[in-house]
T-cell receptor
Framework: NAGVTQTPKFRILKIGQSMTLQCTQDMNHNYMYWYRQDPGMGLKLIYYSVGAGITDKGEVPNGYNVSRSTTEDFPLRLELAAPSQTSVYFC???????????FGPGTRLTVL | GENVEQHPSTLSVQEGDSAVIKCTYSDSASNYFPWYKQELGKGPQLIIDIRSNVGEKKDQRIAVTLNKTAKHFSLHITETQPEDSAVYFCAASSEKKSSGDKLTFGTGTRLAVRP
């Protein structure tokens, strides 16, 4: 099993550009999450999904969008990149909320 | 919603000594408390978790204690080794529908083990 994979690993965007961060898991988990981690800080939940077709906002959803058309994939969309979105983004998945979350390796995004 | 506070933010110990990290939570309905370890450049990884029906859980050199009355839980690492150096996060989740199906993380503790 590959676990949770994320692409790309690194990206530099200009202000106003758009991009999609990809996340795929092969563990057949229903629950998937997107977090951002600013330097020296903790994890902030952006969006999460409890199954295909179901998504919900987390703590910091503004400026982002998600979709969940399959169990395996949970892409995160940035429509108009801003410097405040410079961060490391982690995708995670779990069997349920009270089970281990498996994290991907992260995407380091810089917006200039 | 849930609020999780974590202390200290940094901790330096001598190899072989013990390390203790403490967290408090605000939602009395929270019933699942995991601890994650994040090594440099990697995603967090679960090291131990505890549910509200037990007060203590051990796994080799790692133990977690939970005090539901006081709403706090702690991570204890004994006989620390250099490879224990990392950032540690506590988290909590509730079964309350209004809380949603999500974990609330603490702000993290950077542990440094001096050889």
């Amino acid at each position: 099993n590959a676990g949770v994979t994320q692409t790309p690993k690194f990206r530099i965007l200009k202000i106003g550009q758009s991009m999609t961060l990809q996340c795929t898991q092969d563990m057949n988990h229903n629950y998937m999450y997107w977090y951002r981690q600013d330097p020296g800080m903790g994890l902030k939940l952006i969006y999460y999904s409890v199954g295909a077709g179901i998504t919900d906002k987390g703590e910091v959803p503004n400026g982002y969008n998600v979709s969940r058309s399959t169990t395996e994939d949970f892409p995160l969309r940035l429509e108009l990149a801003a410097p405040s979105q410079t961060s490391v983004y982690f995708c995670a998945s779990s069997y349920s909320i009270r089970n281990e979350q498996f994290f991907g390796p992260g995407t380091r995004l810089t917006v200039l | 919603g849930e609020n999780v506070e974590q202390h200290p933010s940094t901790l330096s110990v001598q190899e072989g000594d013990s390390a203790v990290i403490k967290c408090t939570y605000s939602d009395s309905a929270s019933n699942y408390f995991p601890w994650y370890k994040q090594e440099l450049g990697k995603g967090p990884q679960l090291i131990i978790d505890i549910r509200s029906n037990v007060g203590e859980k051990k796994d080799q050199r790692i133990a977690v204690t939970l005090n539901k009355t006081a709403k706090h839980f702690s991570l204890h690492i004994t006989e620390t080794q250099p490879e224990d150096s990392a950032v540690y996060f506590c988290a909590a989740s509730s079964e309350k529908k209004s809380s949603g199906d999500k974990l609330t993380f603490g702000t993290g503790t950077r542990l440094a083990v001096r050889p």
